[in-house]
T-cell receptor
């Protein structure tokens, strides 16, 4: 079974600075997808960014980018120019590309605080 | 109109009560999910409905009973719950035929069992 580990329960960053959230995963599959979700106090899980394992290029969405290291099974999220609205719980998630369905395996989450 | 709507937002129930959580998606997706989110734990997948058929149960206790009458609606019927069932219950939907389709979540129902 796949597992996802987020080793940082809490992180903080100053507004306008850059922060990196760590995620590692364990899988024997070669085809899979990785996601970062954000959960603000409103509780709704919001997709931040996604990465297909077969793509070597790191995904980027505006101020959010990932560092995907397939061999190391690492998938970190970098937030540049942090804003107060970035404060939330961030979850890393894994989805198999070899079995049917869209079920995700989540990490335990990292609580990000943005200081003004 | 949000993509995935959950009601109620909060629910307090006794261990002998029967209640239901409701989820509705307006995204045209063909798969729906129930997740349980407890403090300090990863999200736990409870049920998956794909094309209106339940495809995964994940060994959830029988006091939780899902119902998916159509591709847009999903219910979670609750009865004789335990205090440890107190958690945030999240509903999600996706397009199962698209391999990189992310899950779209609702705002969740905060359940407290007294």
């Amino acid at each position: 079974a796949q597992t996802v580990t987020q080793s940082q329960p809490e992180m903080s960053v100053q507004e306008a600075e850059t922060v990196t959230l760590s995620c590692t995963y364990d899988t024997s599959e070669s085809d899979y997808y990785l996601f970062w979700y954000k959960q603000p106090p409103s509780r709704q899980m919001i997709l931040v960014i996604r990465q297909e394992a077969y793509k070597q290029q790191n995904a980027t969405e505006n101020r959010f980018s990932v560092n995907f290291q397939k061999a190391a099974k690492s998938f970190s999220l970098k937030i540049s120019d942090s804003q107060l609205g970035d404060a939330a719980m961030y979850f890393c998630a894994y989805r198999s590309g070899e079995t049917s369905g869209s079920r995700l395996t989540f990490g335990e989450g990292t609580q990000l605080t943005v200081n003004p | 109109e949000t993509g995935v709507t959950q009601t109620p937002r909060h629910l307090v129930m006794g261990m002998t009560n029967k209640k239901s959580l409701k989820c509705e998606q307006h995204l045209g997706h063909n798969a729906m999910y129930w997740y349980k989110q407890s403090a300090k734990k990863p999200l736990e997948l409870m049920f998956v409905y794909s094309l209106e058929e339940r495809v995964e149960n994940n060994s959830v206790p029988s006091r939780f009973s899902p119902e998916c009458p159509n591709s847009s609606h999903l219910f979670l019927h609750l009865h004789t719950l335990q205090p440890e069932d107190s958690a945030l219950y999240l509903c999600a939907s996706s397009q199962v035929t698209e391999y990189n389709s992310p899950l779209h979540f609702g705002n969740g129902t905060r359940l407290t069992v007294t």
